[in-house]
Nanobody, 117 residues
Framework: VQLQASGGGLVQAGGSLRLSCAAS????????MGWFRQAPGKERELVARSNWINSITYYADSVKGRFTISGDNAKNTVNLQMNSLKPEDTAVYYCAAKGDGSIWRYWGQGTLVTVSS
């Protein structure tokens, strides 16, 4: 599985950005797709994930109510709509995918999101 992320950039606090991730290859093996982020000096954290079959979602507490993950199985894409962005959302964002195990096996390249105050 190959993942291609896009959509990062610079935005002012309170603004919005939309990240997109396109999956290709053995996409039939995907059960979950998600978005992680890693800020400078911090560990990578799971921001949101979506079950590819039943669309059940999970959000980190820090983004609940502001971020929305959505997927299009037919197009093998997953998006992350980020609203009301805060400077603390600044990070490199990664899309990832996995099957029914616990390991996120597939990773896209990171895309930088910078939120200015």
């Amino acid at each position: 599985v190959q993942l291609q992320a896009s959509g990062g950039g610079l935005v002012q606090a309170g603004g919005s950005l939309r990240l997109s991730c396109a999956a290709s290859g053995r996409t039939f093996s995907i059960l979950y797709m998600g978005w992680f982020r890693q800020a400078p000096g911090k560990e990578r954290e799971l921001v949101a994930r979506s079950n590819w079959i039943n669309s059940i979602t999970y959000y980190a507490d820090s983004v609940k109510g502001r971020f929305t993950i959505s997927g299009d199985n037919a197009k093998n894409t997953v998006n992350l709509q980020m609203n009301s962005l805060k400077p603390e959302d600044t990070a490199v964002y990664y899309c990832a995918a996995k099957g029914d195990g616990s390991i996120w096996r597939y990773w896209g390249q990171g895309t930088l999101v910078t939120v200015s105050s």
